[in-house]
């Protein structure tokens, strides 16, 4: 793979990304080689083309495959091991989202639910108080649920839905 001005420029801002999303720069520039790359790479053409430190693409590759964004193979006649992303961009987002509810969600809603319960035996706290931890609970509650539900939702489905864009909320609304 040659590293063009617009390949450069792709991996450098989603470098920058990741950072603004919770991820080191080099996994997210990893990612993004190999997403891009038309054929699976090893790690030291991973190193050559970020000029990186061959320790930091070991690191990020184990990351990346334990957020199961990228995967090991191998080449017929070929013993040295070969890294690739996923290419499917609705995959990809799936992946990145059901992470992130684990991560994330999951334990904020654990906590929610934590809080309801103790806050409501609690005579001293405000109602509006109260109110407020249960409205969160319930929002965080309904965004993981809506998850759950569209997860399974298939990749052409889900591509129709956001073609339709505000059309849908004129369904609703009926």
């Given at each position: 793979m040659q590293m063009t001005p617009a390949i450069e420029k792709y991996v450098l801002h989603w470098g920058e990304m990741?950072?603004?999303?919770?991820?080191?720069?080099?996994?997210?520039?990893?990612q993004a080689l190999l997403y891009l790359s038309p054929k699976p790479l090893r790690a030291d053409e991973i190193v050559d083309l970020l000029s990186v430190a061959r320790s930091n693409v070991s690191?990020?590759?184990?990351?990346?495959?334990?957020y199961r964004l990228v995967r090991m193979t191998h080449v017929l006649g070929d013993r040295r091991d070969y890294f690739e992303s996923l290419h499917d961009v609705w995959e990809l987002f799936r992946v990145i989202i059901e992470?992130?509810?684990q991560r994330e969600l999951n334990p904020t809603l654990a906590m929610l639910r934590s809080c309801a319960s103790e806050v409501d035996s609690e005579k001293e706290t405000d109602p509006i108080t109260k109110e407020r931890i249960h409205n969160m609970l319930e929002f965080v509650d309904s965004t993981s649920r809506?998850?759950?539900?569209?997860?399974?939702?298939p990749t052409t489905t889900l591509t129709k839905l956001m073609a339709m864009g505000k059309r849908i909320t004129k369904l609703v609304k009926k």
């Amino acid at each position: 793979m040659q590293m063009t001005p617009a390949i450069e420029k792709y991996v450098l801002h989603w470098g920058e990304m990741g950072t603004r999303w919770g991820t080191n720069r080099t996994v997210a520039q990893i990612q993004a080689l190999l997403y891009l790359s038309p054929k699976p790479l090893r790690a030291d053409e991973i190193v050559d083309l970020l000029s990186v430190a061959r320790s930091n693409v070991s690191t990020s590759i184990r990351e990346l495959q334990s957020y199961r964004l990228v995967r090991m193979t191998h080449v017929l006649g070929d013993r040295r091991d070969y890294f690739e992303s996923l290419h499917d961009v609705w995959e990809l987002f799936r992946v990145i989202i059901e992470q992130r509810k684990q991560r994330e969600l999951n334990p904020t809603l654990a906590m929610l639910r934590s809080c309801a319960s103790e806050v409501d035996s609690e005579k001293e706290t405000d109602p509006i108080t109260k109110e407020r931890i249960h409205n969160m609970l319930e929002f965080v509650d309904s965004t993981s649920r809506w998850y759950e539900e569209i997860s399974g939702v298939p990749t052409t489905t889900l591509t129709k839905l956001m073609a339709m864009g505000k059309r849908i909320t004129k369904l609703v609304k009926k």
